[in-house]
């Protein structure tokens, strides 16, 4: 195999061997989860064949303000841009970190390793929801 075991929780899959599969998978359709849904598509160094689709549930019934800016950034519905000075959208962000075998971060659309940020409520942020 000649790669090193992730000691994570994440597990090492070729993807490669099992396109036909995964291709098949994506004509049946995504998964129909509950609360409302937007979706990012992740390309790797401009590599459009190794395209992964990362689909989110949104629990506006919960989380209103967090969930709705997350749609509106990920579905680019704002055009100009926003008080930081950079559109109002996901697209073309950075993934800044990844913790192998445990998670990845981005979003930051403003100095892209996520020490900044804006929202569709202005720079200042919002308020935190409890959950």
């Given at each position: 195999m000649g790669r090193k075991q992730d000691p994570g929780l994440a597990v090492f899959v070729d993807w490669a061997a099992r396109k036909k599969e995964m291709l098949e998978q994506r004509v049946a359709g995504w998964p129909n989860l509950p609360g409302n849904q937007v979706y990012l598509d992740l390309v790797i160094d401009n590599r459009t064949e190794q395209t992964m689709r990362?689909?989110?549930?949104?629990?506006?019934?919960?989380?209103?303000?967090?969930?709705?800016?997350?749609?509106?950034?990920?579905?680019?519905?704002?055009?100009?841009?926003?008080?930081?000075?950079?559109p109002l959208t996901f697209k073309r962000s950075r993934i800044h970190r990844i913790v192998r075998g445990q998670f990845l971060q981005g979003g930051d659309i403003t100095?892209?390793?996520?020490?900044?940020?804006?929202?569709?409520?202005?720079?200042?942020?919002?308020?935190?929801?409890?959950?």
């Open positions: 990362l689909v989110f549930a949104l629990f506006i019934e919960h989380v209103p303000l967090a969930a709705a800016n997350f749609f509106h950034l990920a579905a680019h519905t704002f055009d100009g841009l926003g008080e930081a000075g950079q100095l892209h390793d996520g020490r900044g940020g804006d929202s569709i409520y202005g720079a200042g942020g919002f308020e935190d929801e409890p959950y």
